[in-house]
């Protein structure tokens, strides 16, 4: 399961979204989870799966690798299933058994709110992490703060912040397997008894992990220092950012998007949620 997490990898190519802008990929997508949000009927979950197709499409990342990233998923999607078909009320009873009563409205509530955790994650991802590269995201944040220079705020640590978190969390998911398989092979136990068992059983993998995370970026700082590195301040860029027609089309898409959910909630209330 440990190896099936993709949230924060880059994956090279040159498809649509490899070459578009990462200040325009960033606000594309910040555009995107608003529309997520804002679907309220059938109608515009039909237009934003639509919509998540085509960026899947348009990534060039292999279905395959957006499926295994979110296999990690599973429980939150059962559980949010499982809560909102028994405790969702609605008009349209389908089942009554003692004191299980399942609505219809409930059963349609949950499937939609399973829809909308897939198409946030797989979306979001898609628009940043699987085809902007740490450094470009960095960048990217950067650029987009720049205004907040003025009343000094720390813009490039932000940024380089977020960028190390996200270099980090598959790095760590690979610390986290390699320590697991070897307190395997010392007979620990992680698939038996219930869930507080598994949960104990986990102490002697967080404890080398956190030794581990700490030893790295006690690494990373010193490699930083014998380079010389002093922050934003007089820094340069090997690769240059600029808009181009890519991306007017794709902000310009996701403004579209968020337009045509809302009138679609409008004009096509089918289902309210």
Known sequence: MLKDITLGQFFPGRSFLHR?????????????????????????????????????????????IIVKGLKPLIFILAFTTIYNVFFYKGDHILVHWKFITIYL????????????????????????????SPIMLTDGIERLLSPLN???APVHEFAMMMSIALRFIPT???????IMCAQKARGADFSSGGLIKRARALIPVLVPLFISAFRRASDLAVAMECRC???????????????????VILFTATVILGTVIVLSNIYFPIWMI
């Open 105 to 132: 409205e409930g059963v349609v509530f949950a499937l939609i709110m399973g829809l909308r955790i897939i198409c946030l994650l797989t979306g979001s991802s898609v628009l940043m992490t699987y085809t902007t």
């Open 172 to 178: 760590l998911v690979e610390e986290t397997d390699k």
């Open 20 to 64: 578009i802008d990462p200040r325009t990929k960033i606000i594309a997508a910040l555009l995107y989870i608003v529309a997520v949000f804002l679907c309220d009927s059938i109608m515009s979950f039909i237009i934003l799966l639509a919509a998540t197709l085509a960026l899947i499409a348009l990534s060039g990342v292999p279905v395959k």
């Open 150 to 152: 003025k009343i000094k």
């Open 229 to 247: 590195y002093r922050g934003g301040s007089g820094r340069t860029r090997m690769t240059k950012t600029h808009f181009g027609a890519r991306d």
